[in-house]
């Protein structure tokens, strides 16, 4: 049964890579008990760059715990604890992941808040710095594991064990899977599909309309 198997947050803090200073909040970890998702994010947490993260579009970010049995074998890692991918809700019981089960625009119920998935994340540089792995970000998202962002439609508490349970899910929707292959992929079938879905939100639409597709 889909549930809530962490919730993560993280408060901004200073890094400097390559001589390079930034601010970011990507060191996300579980918290224990429940926390409010407010139309802005989770309480506690924080976004330092609002130009790529947070907004009332990108308020909270959802990914698939069964994806980390992937990336620890991909790296040959230790276990990954709920967090490392920069995620503020670690969902399990989506057996083939958010992407390939979930559509643009299902409204999810979430402990006792609700939230409407919007658009695909795009990994940055800065999943580089938490990873310790240059090129990780690359490599995370030609896996198309990569999780998807949400908007607050009804604020409430949220914790580890909650249920999560699609309440809408608009007739024809395109899967997440679908919008990543056409946003990032290069896929013309895909691109298709996806606008032809009527849900779909115009700057969704437009950004699919505006990637690359291959020469015939």
Not at 169 to 191: K, Q, V
Request: aromatic residues 6%; glycine residues 12%; charged residues 25%.
């Amino acid at each position: 049964m889909p549930h809530v198997v962490a919730v993560n947050v993280a408060r901004a803090r200073s890094f400097n890579v390559g001589g390079k200073r930034f601010r970011s909040a990507i060191l996300k970890a579980p918290i224990e008990g429940r926390t409010v998702l407010r139309q802005t994010g989770l309480e506690g947490d924080e976004q330092a760059d609002r130009r790529f993260h947070g907004g009332p579009e990108k308020a909270v970010y959802l990914y698939s715990s069964e994806h980390y049995a992937f990336w620890q074998r991909a790296l040959r890692s230790a276990p990954l604890p709920p967090g490392t991918l920069g995620e503020n809700l670690t969902i399990g019981g989506f057996e083939r992941g958010l992407e390939a089960e979930l559509h643009v625009g299902d409204v999810l119920r979430v402990g006792d808040a609700r939230v409407q998935l919007t658009t695909p994340r795009q990994p940055c540089w800065k999943l580089e710095t938490r990873m310790g792995l240059p090129g990780f970000a690359k490599s995370f998202l030609e896996s198309g594991r990569i999780g998807m962002y949400a908007r607050v439609v009804a604020e409430g508490l949220v914790g580890a064990g909650d249920p999560v349970d699609v309440v809408e899910r608009a007739p024809g929707a395109a899967t997440i899977a679908e919008l990543i292959r056409a946003l990032y992929f290069e896929d013309p079938g895909a691109a298709a599909r996806v606008l032809a879905d009527e849900s779909l939100d115009p700057c969704t639409a437009r950004r699919v309309g505006r990637a690359k597709r291959p020469r015939g």
